[in-house]
Nanobody, 120 residues
């Protein structure tokens, strides 16, 4: 079994910063792509940023220049540094990972989510 646990969410004023973490644990041979997604009330879940095992990144246009995704492959942990936060960034943030759990077997996992609230 693999578990993803997010942390670092909270309440912050507009213009402030937060750093989210996503730690993977369990039977893990390696982790392929990882990503952060978010879901605001009444809206669909949307991609925020992704990062490959080699460190290549991709961002939603709405967060480019403000958010930075990174990962520590030795710790099986991914991060999201969020700066210049806006009220529209308010959402539950979820991490996702494509994990190699055995030879030739990969599976997608999701964390339980962490709430980020940005006040105006």
């Amino acid at each position: 079994q693999v578990q993803l646990v997010e942390s670092g969410g909270g309440l912050v004023q507009a213009g402030g910063s937060l750093r989210l973490s996503c730690a993977a644990s369990g039977i893990i041979f390696s982790i392929n792509g990882m990503g952060w997604y978010r879901q605001a009330p009444g809206k669909q879940r949307e991609l925020v940023a992704t990062i490959t095992s080699g460190g290549s990144t991709n961002y939603a246009d709405s967060v480019k220049g403000r958010f930075t995704i990174s990962r520590d492959n030795l710790k099986n942990t991914m991060y999201l540094q969020m700066n210049s936060l806006k009220p529209e960034d308010t959402a539950v943030y979820y991490c996702n990972a494509n994990v190699v759990i055995s030879l030739r077997t990969t599976s997608d996992y999701w964390g339980q989510g962490t709430q980020v609230t940005v006040s105006s």
